[in-house]
């Protein structure tokens, strides 16, 4: 999908397909190319583009120091910029061409009229290869990138300390990655954390009760965005 201009309503509406199925413009952790993409917007996305919205008002929670220190280079990512029909006539003459292992070459059904026993042996080595092909081609992982907002109980918690307890939850299929504190009154900050993890290894249920546990810390676990990867 290529988005056009972002202070466009088809470019907030681009872009709010676009961050359908992603928390970021670019990768899994907030970057310069997002700072890039918001400072391009000429306003808010309205309610009608939800996906931009929540992008919207989380890349804007970072200010000064914090928006600086964001990694990556600050422009649009290319991923924003192409499209299908740029892609298609580059694509179109390697298609033209076949390739010397293409699976199309595979006769599957040819004629027993005048074949010898080197063809047949031919025949059932290509059709060896294909079938190992087809069974080694890799298991799509199903993934959904998490951010959490862990509250604490007032403003004597120890944000720092509670970070580490909650880091220190360990399981197959779970990566942390980064978090902030963000202010939610009377001097009160949540720790808002983000995590990847892989829906058949860990339950997002089970994941927000083992950080309740701690309950010197925690008062109570929100999820505050999910999306499949």
């Not at 970072?62 to 694509?91: F, N, T, W």
């Not at 959490?148 to 990655?177: N, S, Y």
């Not at 009160?188 to 927000?208: A, F, G, W």
Request: net charge negative.
């Amino acid at each position: 999908m290529a988005v056009g201009d972002f202070k466009s309503e088809k470019g907030v509406k681009d872009l709010d397909a676009f961050l359908a199925e992603r928390s970021y413009v670019d990768g899994f952790v907030p970057s310069q190319a997002d700072i890039c993409v918001f400072e391009a917007l000429a306003k808010a996305p309205s309610a009608a583009t939800p996906h931009a919205l929540r992008w919207y008002n989380h890349i804007k929670s970072y200010q000064g120091a914090e928006k600086q220190k964001l990694p990556g280079k600050k422009e649009v990512p290319s991923a924003l910029l192409k499209g299908g029909s740029a892609a298609a006539p580059a694509a179109a003459p390697a298609a033209a061409k076949p390739a010397a292992d293409d699976d199309d070459d595979v006769d599957l059904f040819g004629s027993d009229e005048e074949e010898d026993a080197e063809a047949a042996k031919i025949r059932e080595e290509r059709l060896a290869a294909y079938a190992a092909k087809k069974s080694n081609k890799p298991t799509v992982i199903a993934k959904s990138s998490i951010v959490l907002d862990v509250k604490p109980w007032d403003d004597e918690t120890d944000m720092k300390a509670m970070e580490v307890q909650v880091r220190t939850i360990a399981m197959d299929g779970l990566v942390w990655g980064a978090s902030k504190l963000v202010p939610v009154g009377y001097g009160i900050n949540k720790l808002q954390i983000m995590c990847i993890v892989e829906d058949d290894k860990v339950s997002v249920d089970q994941l927000t009760e083992e950080i309740q546990n701690f309950e010197d810390f925690v008062q109570s676990v929100d999820i505050a965005a999910f999306n499949k990867i």
